[in-house]
């Protein structure tokens, strides 16, 4: 059974900087494409940016172009979500997911097309 959990939340001041993990247990990332999504409360969960498995190609919503980086470590069968320059907006809930075709399609930053979901980790940004 699939299984993954966020983690690396918390308070970060504007401007500051996070490293979020997505970890997988009782299976291989690597096989997988991974993304990132973010959802606040009242709003829509929002596609932040997704990893390919093979191809290691990374695709990036418009909001976080420039300042967030997704990388994998296979060895650690980790996904990680390096945040940059961070501004109160960022401020939700981070969930991973897994797109089990292994590659991140034309409907990447659609919600659906993930079959696995981790219980997210809270990001605050405030000064």
């Known amino acids: 059974q699939v299984q993954l959990a966020e983690s690396g939340g918390g308070l970060v001041q504007p401007g500051g900087s996070l490293r979020l993990s997505c970890a997988g247990s009782g299976f291989s990332l690597e096989f997988y494409a991974i993304a990132w999504f973010r959802q606040a409360p009242g709003k829509e969960r929002e596609a932040i940016s997704c990893?390919?498995?093979?191809?290691?190609?990374?695709y990036y919503g418009d909001s976080v172009k420039g300042r967030f980086t997704i990388s994998r470590d296979n060895a650690k069968n980790t996904v990680y979500l390096e945040m940059n320059s961070l501004k109160p907006e960022d401020t939700a809930v981070y969930y991973c997911g897994t797109e089990p075709t292994s590659w991140c399609g034309s409907s990447w930053y659609w919600a659906s097309v993930y079959d696995h979901w981790g219980q997210g980790t809270q990001v605050t940004v405030s000064s």
């Open positions: 990893i390919s498995s093979s191809e290691g190609n990374t």
